[in-house]
């Protein structure tokens, strides 16, 4: 089982980046989908967590009203639209499945999610 993110890239403050998280080997259904962040030598971020119903998605207060979840109908892809993006955005971005439910918590935190993409770059200019 593999994931595969990409759509990272530069952009200018206030301009919008749509990152793909695609599953490889298995699909999204049943499970929560996390995307993270982490500018390195920085702690992880936990950005929003998808449910496995695609039902319910949660965001981390610094990109709530501006960034979206989202999943595709075959359950294959997941996407995480990113608009009005700042400076503080910039980081390396990661998606991660976990087969199950959990808290925004626990989501966040990251330790459950077993599988794990490679990270795509995002970069905001002011």
């Known amino acids: 089982f593999q994931l595969q993110a990409s759509g990272g890239g530069l952009v200018q403050a206030g301009g919008s980046l749509r990152l793909s998280c695609a599953a490889s080997?298995?699909?999204?259904?049943?499970?929560?989908v996390g995307w993270f962040r982490q500018v390195p030598g920085k702690k992880r971020e936990g950005v929003s967590c998808?449910?496995?119903?695609?039902?319910?998605?949660d965001y981390a207060d610094s990109v709530k009203g501006r960034f979206t979840v989202s999943r595709d109908t075959a359950g294959s892809t997941v996407y995480l639209q990113m608009n009005s993006l700042r400076p503080e955005d910039t980081a390396d971005y990661y998606c991660?499945?976990?087969?199950?439910?959990?808290?925004?918590?626990?989501?966040?935190?990251?330790?459950?999610?077993?599988?794990w993409g490679q990270g795509t770059q995002v970069t905001v200019s002011s």
């Open positions: 991660a499945a976990y087969r199950g439910d959990t808290s925004w918590i626990l989501c966040v935190a990251g330790a459950e999610f077993g599988i």
């Open positions: 080997g298995f699909t999204f259904d049943n499970y929560t």
């Open positions: 998808l449910s496995s119903d695609d039902v319910s998605a």
